[in-house]
């Protein structure tokens, strides 16, 4: 009697795509791989906009802005 019988539930074969090529660093990689991001990260800082650069490009553009109506009269 086939009309009782409950399908198998399918089976699928799924490998993520994180342990394919996982390894486990070793420690001298590990180290290594600490150190170039510590080095990447000072470089960027250097970049950013911070508050006190912020600060003073706004106290000059209004020294400029001052500066410049007193020659609009």
Known sequence: MSFYKQKKPKRFNYTSRFDKDSKIPEKEDLGTQWDDIRRSRK????RMLTLPKLLVFLVLVLILLYVLRQYEI
Not at 43 to 46: A, E, Q, T, V
């Open 43 to 46: 470089l960027s800082k250097g």
